[in-house]
């Protein structure tokens, strides 16, 4: 259960040419699905693929992305080249303007396909080089909404549980339940500052919890005592 940390695509860097790839992957001729490996001739780079807003920016326009996961959410940053002048119009930071980001493994089970969305927080415009910079953080819808409501008492694990369920969220753990029940009350904080500080106030001498949201969606809440002690199983 490591958590990763970043992945940098700068295209001023030289391209790396891919002449010929053997995927021994299941694909589809004609409708038809063959378990045949398929040569697939390829000039360039494998590149993630960036939407705005659903409109496909071209990976050339892509002169720099940062994609990390070093604290609770992840977080994306790009630098585009705006050639088609649509870019700088966004001048409205937030929940409106999304930017998906999907990267799929070279080749099958290598690791799953990444597919996240996140908003933009802030924009900045180079009008003389026609570039634009996106800073972006990590979209769920319902992750940052204010609630007012008593849990009762419960402990840090099934705090997570329910609010992964909640948000549609996966939840991956190396606990089964954190024995550190209180009474958990949101007085108008959201779920994403929640999970925080009850993160930090949950556990006890012999459970030290961490805990994070991944590039695969998931709520991860983590024992970082067995994790590095070593399970006696």
């Not at 970043?6 to 001023?12: G, I």
């Not at 089964?176 to 209180?182: G, K, L, P, T």
């Amino acid at each position: 259960m490591s958590r990763p940390v970043q992945v940098k695509f700068d295209n001023s860097l030289p391209d790396i040419e891919v002449k010929k790839v053997l995927l021994p992957t299941s694909i589809e001729e004609g409708g038809n699905k063959t378990n045949e490996s398929s040569e697939i001739k390829i000039t360039g780079k494998y590149a993630p693929l960036v939407k705005l807003n659903n409109i496909v920016i071209p990976w050339s326009d892509v002169l720099a992305m940062n994609l990390s996961c070093t604290g609770w959410t992840p977080e994306l940053s790009l630098k585009i080249r705006d050639s088609q002048k649509t870019i700088t119009l966004l001048d409205t930071p937030g929940p409106d303007n999304l930017v998906i980001v999907e990267i799929l493994p070279t080749f099958e089970n290598v690791y799953k396909k990444i597919k996240l969305t996140f908003f933009i927080d802030s924009i900045s415009s180079d009008n003389f080089a026609g570039t634009v910079s996106l800073n972006c953080k990590y979209f769920c819808e319902g992750l940052y909404n204010s609630n007012i409501e008593s849990f009762g008492k419960i402990s840090t694990y099934k705090f997570y549980e329910e609010i992964a369920t909640r948000l549609k969220l996966g939840l991956c753990s190396n606990l089964e339940e954190s024995n550190d029940d209180r009474y958990i009350f949101m007085p108008g904080s959201t779920y994403s500052e929640s999970l925080i500080q009850e993160r930090n106030q949950g556990g006890n001498e012999s459970c030290i919890l961490d805990s994070w949201i991944d590039w695969w969606n998931n709520i991860n809440i983590v024992d970082l005592y067995d994790l590095y002690k070593g399970s006696p199983d």
